[in-house]
């Protein structure tokens, strides 16, 4: 089974999936990576979506496909303050 | 006597009705069959036509599984059997979805899906076995489609499938759902009379009465239907008055939330939704602005576009608007504007063999006074905008149907509608429409526009069947659909009385975009002025090859595109941001290779030049914008190489006295912050309280957080923490610098002030590590002149903005949009500054400030952020600032020296070069390539005659020849467009 330092991990949130996320009006931060879980904030348009989670999984099955590096994201949301109810 | 509140909690007679209304909307697609399998593959839309696939293989998509990714599309395969169904009837294809498709059947483009339409016809396509169905779908629509609010619920990067099915339509049932959609905004909404509404819903709840829901019959709907027909459209008691023109246009935003790659298929689905509507209802036509979008159907849709050009010579579709693409019209300077409109029009007459007469621009923020002039001049008649009515924070447009008068006087037809261009033909609509028109006793019609926009897609088979069942509602205003130019034509003739506004179409919102994406907007000064700089080189250079008319045009458009209204305001997410960056950046590549380098530097701005200029040298003491050189004093004729003039090598032009420091031009006392204490020149004293000194407030404007500063942003003021004090840090003969540093806790401003040897201009050269959040950094100039206005640079001329805030029209002005330079103006002197890429200018009860920085979340969380680099100059006036020619000043600002060496220019330019109020605003070749055009500006209100050593073509801004003169007057803010030659003979 692959395995990622944190180092490459967030190279891999920050060149592969946050470019996508961006594209929905998104933003994805790497907070951490502890050889399991891959905590990062949800800013932008991602910080209200309702369907969040669905994306995080989707994310977990990418890293798998593109890398062989089996993780879970999981996100803590930024709303800007206008969201922020 | 106590009051006891009734609470009802049972079910209102409309809130029964609206129910119904809802079941029998569940009758109109009936004998659905689902279709498959359905085969997707997963991919990414790398470029306008391009695709990185996420599966090598299509795989099958099943009902509950999850498709779409993030920023995502899908490439759909499937067989559609329509074995079984009544071939005597329509049959159409469903599908429920969120995201944005375009639907081909046996290889042909038949229609979309969107948040807005589950139902594409494909009876046409019948006959030859199972349909063929290919479909590409991109993952959203825009992000805020409050209309729909079941598919807001459903939105998302990652979607649940639902099926595709193939169905009928139960017309009947369909038919009566179009009548109650129609009667619930009747029966509820607040702009029609109580009593009418009262009227409505009961009536309605009659003719819902006659369907039992428990066995809903078809004989039981026709009755509904005629009930309504009967009783409800049949009843004339109330009336309504007034005219309102309904035109179906679709709003499409090249870049947003979207890239400007996707706005291609965007684009696509609106022409194709639109069309095939056109097949279905003969009368019904529709106009599409931005000839960009055509072009992008042209080069890889072609069959579609030879269809639309088919309805475009039926007069089913409209092009419309002039300019090239929907562009912000505040930022852009004349020649990008006359540009819009000349590639734009040009466009129009070699693809469809017309020119339009019409500006076309809803959704843009404000508009310059220079428009109308550069409208009229390209073929425009009539202006269509609309924020100004709808947007305003403090004051209500006077007018809807009015004439605009521009900064020159020249006057266009100008049409505001009163209610918003994206609107679904509900009849409130068009009651409000006419309720809020200004202009009811001209005789004129007011506009409504409608069909879904922003994310295009335009107006729907609903829309179209409501605005039918108009003429049966008394109470409405007459309502007749038509074309733009039929509307604009009837509408605004000499005859109908309309107001005058004389001067810009400011917009009381928005205007943090005159700062937002800062980067954005220094390329856009830099590069209008390397498009110049190209273009004269390229016509005037010496040893240059044939003038490169396509590379230059290919660069201008891809330039244009740039200055579309979500772009170049800053309103748009972060990709669009890097496309937009990546563009401009090839752009300035391409200028680059056409102006070559390696030559002499030379003066290209049209006058003769003099002042300081930082030379070129790896040795230099001077780093400023990242290129390293020495001060020199330089002067050159007008086009001609410089010449370097010499200087006293010693450094005592630079004397202390106490605080002050006296140079060969003024008297300054700095204070530690490098804002100025005291600014002295010619016996006066310029500073005033706050005057160069930084400010950072707090900026949160809210959801339009890209768009719009508050009003009160002055009352929320954060402390700069002054970490390097002003210090001398370089002096020589010629320049003396200072450095000051200024921190957050974010971010730091390093600011490099420069003065010289024998000028009074104190040069501020601004290094910015940004890095904040909703912040607005701003420079004070106080002043001690008396200073009753600001003068504002257009790019085309100045205008005067008042300084005192008295009326609530003074109040709402308190960030304007200026050019390259604007002035403090106490009548016999000035306070002027100028800048080499900023647009925003504070002017409050306060004082005046230029916005230089800000730092929004939305939609673009990384807006801003990073490292700056601009310029700008405070330069104190002995005199008005016309006759200081701060106008050349700023022209010098802004255009370096070029490394073409000099220009061999025909004796008609140099002698237009003495001509001291004109300004060459461009030299091109003509776009057919026989003459040289000349564009000169006037820029001191001021009118005179010209003698010419030969004669010349006097143009209109599409380069077409209205006179031949040898001796030329010109009034003041004109735009004269003179082609002279032929080419090649300069």
């Known amino acids: 089974m692959a395995q990622f330092d944190a180092g490459q991990m967030r190279d891999y949130v920050e060149h592969t999936l946050r470019p996508l996320l961006r594209g929905d009006g998104g933003e994805l931060v790497f907070d951490d990576y502890d050889g399991a879980t891959v905590a990062v904030t949800l800013r932008g348009e991602c910080s209200k979506c309702h369907i969040a989670d669905r994306c995080l999984l989707w994310c977990g099955e990418k890293l798998l496909a593109d890398t062989g590096v089996t993780a879970v994201f999981a996100a803590r949301r930024q709303k800007p303050f206008f969201w922020d109810t | 006597m106590a009051h006891v509140k009734v609470q009802r909690r049972s079910m209102r007679p409309e809130e029964y009705n609206s129910l119904r209304y809802g079941w029998l909307r569940r009758l109109i697609y009936e004998n659905r069959r689902p279709v498959g399998p359905v085969m997707i593959r997963n991919a990414r839309q790398t470029g306008e036509n391009d695709f990185a696939f996420y599966d ?39 599908f429920e979805t969120t995201s944005e498709v375009i639907v081909k059947v046996n290889g042909r483009y038949a229609g979309g899906f969107d948040p807005n339409r589950t139902a594409v016809e494909v009876s046409a396509y019948r006959g030859g076995g199972p349909l063929q169905v290919e479909m590409l779908g991109f993952n959203r629509s825009k992000p805020d489609d409050e209309r729909n609010p079941e598919t807001m619920a459903k939105r998302g990067c990652r979607q649940v499938f639902d099926g595709i099915f193939l169905c009928n339509v139960n017309e009947t049932a369909q038919s009566l759902c179009y009548d109650l959609e129609l009667l619930t905004d009747l029966s509820t909404a607040e702009v029609f009379d109580p009593e009418y509404r009262a009227f409505v819903s009961r009536e309605t709840n009659q003719a819902l009465n006659l369907i039992d829901f428990e066995q809903i019959r078809p004989q039981d709907l026709r009755a509904a239907a005629a009930y309504i027909e009967a009783h409800i459209y049949g009843d004339k008691t109330w009336k309504g008055s007034g005219g309102v023109a309904l035109v179906a246009h679709s709003h499409l935003d090249i870049a947003y939330y979207w890239r400007r790659i996707h706005t291609v298929q965007k684009n696509l689905r609106t022409v194709l939704i639109q069309m095939r509507l056109m097949d279905k209802y003969p009368g019904f036509t529709y106009c599409h602005t931005q000839p960009y979008l055509y072009e992008t159907l042209k080069d890889y849709y072609p069959e579609v576009f030879a269809e639309l050009k088919e309805k475009v010579a039926a007069g089913r579709f409209e092009p419309v608007g002039a300019m090239y693409v929907e562009p912000d019209c505040n930022i852009p300077n004349a020649e990008s504007l006359i540009r819009q409109c000349l590639y734009g029009q040009r466009f129009w007459q070699e693809n469809f063999g017309f020119t339009v007469d019409s500006c076309w621009l809803p959704d843009v923020f404000g508009n310059s006074c220079i428009l109308p002039q550069i409208l009229k001049k390209s073929g425009v008649d009539y202006f269509v905008s609309n924020k100004m009515s709808t947007w305003n924070d403090t004051n209500r447009f006077p007018h809807n149907n009015f004439r605009w008068r521009g900064l020159d006087g020249t006057e266009v037809f100008a049409c505001v509608p009163p209610t918003h261009f994206i609107s679904w033909n509900e009849p409130s609509q068009v009651a409000e429409n006419w309720e809020q028109f200004q202009e009811k006793d001209s005789g004129a019609w007011t506009l409504q526009m409608f069909g879904y926009g922003d994310g295009g897609s335009g107006a729907t088979e609903e829309m179209i069947e409501l605005m039918r069942r108009f003429q049966k509602l008394s109470v409405l205003p007459e309502t007749r659909h038509m074309t733009a130019k039929a509307f604009l034509h009837e509408n605004f003739t000499e005859d109908k009385p309309l107001p005058v506004w004389d001067g810009e179409l400011y917009l009381e919102m928005h205007r943090g975009t005159f700062t937002t994406k800062a980067r954005l907007k220094k390329y856009n000064r830099e590069l209008e002025e390397q498009f110049r700089a190209a273009e004269l080189v390229s016509l005037f250079g010496e040893n240059r090859g044939p003038y490169p008319v396509d590379r230059l045009r290919g660069l201008y458009k891809r330039f244009l595109l740039q200055q579309f209204h979500d772009i170049l305001p800053g309103s748009h997410i972060t990709p669009v941001y890097e496309d937009a960056a990546n563009d401009l950046a090839q752009v300035e590549e391409g200028l680059r290779e056409i102006v070559g380098g390696g030559k002499p530097l030379a003066n290209l701005t049209g006058f003769a030049r003099e002042g300081w200029e930082l030379l070129p040298d790896a040795n230099g003491p001077f780093v400023r914008k990242g290129v390293r050189g020495r001060f020199a004093r330089v002067s050159a004729a007008p086009f001609g190489e410089i010449t370097e003039q010499p200087v006293p090598p010693d450094t005592d032009w630079l004397r202390r006295d106490g605080d002050a420091l006296i140079t060969g031009g003024c008297r300054i006392v700095f204070e530690p912050d490098g804002s100025l204490r005291s600014l002295r020149y010619a016996g006066a004293e310029y500073a005033g309280a706050s005057c160069n000194a930084l400010r950072l407030y707090d900026d949160k404007p809210g959801m339009y957080d890209a768009w719009d500063i508050l009003p009160d942003y002055e009352n929320n003021e954060r402390p700069l923490r002054l970490t390097e004090p002003l210090r001398l840090t370089a002096l020589t003969p010629e320049a003396a610098e200072f450095t000051v540093t200024q921190e957050t806790d974010r ?214 020849p209205l006179f031949t003169a040898r001796e030329l007057s010109y009034a003041p803010f004109e735009i004269l467009t003179l082609a002279v030659g032929p080419a090649g003979t300069a």
Not at chain 2, 69 to 92: H, I, K, Q
Not at chain 2, 853 to 873: K, V, W
Not at chain 2, 951 to 959: N, T
Request: proline share 6%.
């Open chain 2, 747 to 960: 971010s730091r401003i390093t600011r490099i002030i420069r003065l010289f040897r024998d000028t009074a201009a104190v040069d501020v050269e601004v290094v910015a590590d940004w890095h904040e959040s909703h912040k607005l950094l701003k420079a004070d100039f106080g002043t001690a002149l008396l200073a009753k206005s600001v003068v504002c640079d257009t790019s085309a001329g100045f205008l005067r903005r008042p300084t005192q805030k008295n009326t609530s029209w003074e109040q709402a002005r308190f960030e304007c949009c200026s050019h390259k330079w604007f002035v403090l103006d106490a009548e016999q002197r000035g306070l002027a500054v100028l800048n080499d890429g900023k647009y925003g200018v504070g002017i409050t009860r306060r004082g005046v400030s230029l916005s230089l920085l800000r730092a929004t979340e939305r939609p673009d969380p990384q807006s801003d952020l990073g490292r700056h680099n601009f310029c700008y100059r405070i330069v104190p006036l002995a005199q008005n600032f016309n006759h200081c020619g701060v106008q050349r000043q700023a022209c010098c600002y802004n255009a370096p020296l070029v490394p073409c060496g000099g220009l061999s220019v025909p004796p008609v330019l140099a002698a237009l070069a003495e001509e001291g109020s004109l300004y060459l605003q461009a030299a091109k070749l003509s776009e057919d390539g026989e003459r040289i055009i000349l564009r000169l500006v006037e820029q001191t209100g001021d009118c005179g005659v010209i003698s010419l050593p030969e004669e010349v073509a006097v143009c209109d801004l599409l380069e077409r």
């Open chain 2, 56 to 94: 090598e293989t299509p795989y099958e998509l099943r009902p509950g599984d999850l498709f779409y990714t993030p920023d995502g599309s899908v490439f759909f395969e499937l067989e559609a059997d329509d074995g079984g169904f009544d071939p005597r009837r329509p049959l159409y294809l469903y």
